[in-house]
Antibody, heavy 124, light 108 residues
Framework: EVQLVESGGGLVQPGRSLRLSCAAS????????MHWVRQAPGKGLEWVSG????????DYADSVKGRLTISRDNAKNSLYLQMNSLRAEDTALYYC?????????????????WGQGTLVTVSS | EIVLTQSPGTLSLSPGERATLSCRAS???????LAWYQQKPGQAPRLLIY???SRATGIPDRFTGSGSGTDFTLTISRLEPEDFAVYFC?????????FGPGTKVDIK
């Protein structure tokens, strides 16, 4: 059974940092690109960032470029999101998501599994 | 950036009725890389349709995706009680990946 479990969220002051983690199990993690998608309270879905299976391709939304950094450790079946210079508008539930098709060069894809999310609240 | 517009914003229907949801893109979606997701309160999104018209694993055949280019449709042939939810479309043909704002299907 595929499982994605996010952790690391919490309340943080503007300008501070946070690191999110996503622990993956039930599939061959290093075959698949992985993504972070966020959802502000009561709002829609916003794609944040994606990383290819071998970390060779990485992509970011313009709204987070230069502040958020995605990475993965295939040996640990884990995905990360380093969040620096946080702003109030980064407040959201952050989902880890797995692409459906393995071993594609492109980062992009449709997401066949999602975690339950970890909540990040940026407030003073 | 490809902007996705979904209509209507809310669809009020009764169980057993047919639901037709629209997703329109500001530019052509490459290779019909268009997906539909269902999200219920307190839950993560669930993949329904990928490649504009292919049902994901375990999705009932009452869900049908169609369209190409800039106009896409999700049809639910006969609404079941568990289908009342919010539906999002997503394009993954070009960066940045984008989602539509969603259509809420609620009980009339």
């Amino acid at each position: 059974e595929v499982q994605l479990v996010e952790s690391g969220g919490g309340l943080v002051q503007p300008g501070r940092s946070l690191r999110l983690s996503c622990a993956a199990s039930g599939f061959t993690f290093d075959d698949y690109a992985m993504h972070w998608v966020r959802q502000a309270p009561g709002k829609g879905l916003e794609w944040v960032s994606g990383i290819s299976w071998n970390s060779g391709n990485i992509d970011y939304a313009d709204s987070v470029k230069g502040r958020l950094t995605i990475s993965r450790d295939n040996a640990k079946n884990s995905l990360y999101l380093q969040m620096n210079s946080l702003r109030a508008e980064d407040t959201a539930l952050y989902y880890c998501a797995k692409v459906a098709v393995p071993l594609r060069v492109a980062v992009a894809g449709d997401f066949d599994y999602w975690g339950q999310g970890t909540l990040v609240t940026v407030s003073s | 950036e490809i902007v996705l517009t979904q209509s209507p914003g809310t669809l009020s229907l009764s169980p057993g009725e047919r639901a037709t949801l629209s997703c329109r893109a500001s530019q052509s979606v490459s290779s019909s890389y268009l997906a539909w997701y269902q999200q219920k309160p307190g839950q993560a999104p669930r993949l329904l349709i990928y490649g504009a018209s292919s049902r994901a694993t375990g999705i009932p055949d009452r869900f049908t995706g169609s369209g190409s280019g800039t106009d896409f449709t999700l049809t639910i042939s006969r609404l079941e009680p568990e289908d009342f939810a919010v539906y999002f479309c997503q394009q993954y043909g070009s960066s940045p990946l984008t989602f539509g704002p969603g259509t809420k299907v609620d009980i009339k």
